[in-house]
Each structure stands twice: as C-alpha cells, then as structure tokens.
C-alpha cells in the first residue's frame, strides 16, 4: 500500500509538473501575444498618424493653392476694372471734345446767321 501511495505522490508530482509546464508555456505564449499585438497596434497607429500629416499637409498646400489662385483672380479683376474704367474715362473724354466742338460749331453757325440776317437787313 505504501509503494502504491508512494507511485500516486510520483504521480500526482508528475501530473502537477506537466500541469505547470503548461500554465507556464500558455503564460508565455499569451505573453508573446500581447506584444506582437501591442506592436502590431502601435505599427498600425503610427501608419495612421503619418497618414494623417500627409493628408493635412496635402490640405495645407491646397489651400494655400486656393488662396493664391484666389488672389491672382482678384488682381486680375482689379486689373480688368482699372482697364474698363480707362476706357470709359477715354470715352467720355472724346465725347466731352465732341460735345465741345459741337458746341463750338453751333456758336460758329449762329455767328454765322446772325452776319447773314444783318447783311440782309443792310441789304434791304
């Protein structure tokens, strides 16, 4: 019976050893887990983060694109506007000389009559 109880401590001894053999091969594994995915996690968040600056920087350089074509609009604007507006000024100008040589032709053909009405009246 002693030997019997001695086998079953052997046993139990054996069994209890593999027991934690394995506890201890399965810690080590979930362990390693853990880490592959924790790097596997920060790999996957620094891909993110320098995706996000690409896209931010991309951003950036379109708006700074925009702003630029913008203010070549407005220039080109302000540059149409001050051309119109010479040419109108241009335009009132020559209308303003022809008005006045109108003006001054009238005066001529008014002089004019009036000599003709007073040669007339001495004539008669």
Do not use: A, C, G
């Amino acid at each position: 019976m002693q030997k019997k109880l001695t086998e079953l401590r052997e046993e139990k001894s054996k069994l209890k050893n593999e027991h934690e053999q394995k506890l201890n091969q399965l810690i080590k594994d979930k362990q390693y887990s853990i880490k592959k995915y924790l790097q596997e996690k920060n790999k996957y968040y620094k891909q993110i983060l320098v995706q996000d600056q690409l896209i931010k920087s991309e951003i950036e350089n379109l708006n700074e694109q925009t702003d630029l074509t913008n203010d070549s609009y407005k220039e080109n604007i302000q540059l149409i506007h001050l051309s119109y507006k010479n040419k109108l000024n241009d335009i009132k100008n020559k209308f303003s000389k022809v008005n006045f040589f109108l003006i001054e032709i009238n005066k001529f053909e008014l002089l004019y009559r009036n000599v003709y009405i007073s040669m007339n009246v001495l004539i008669i």
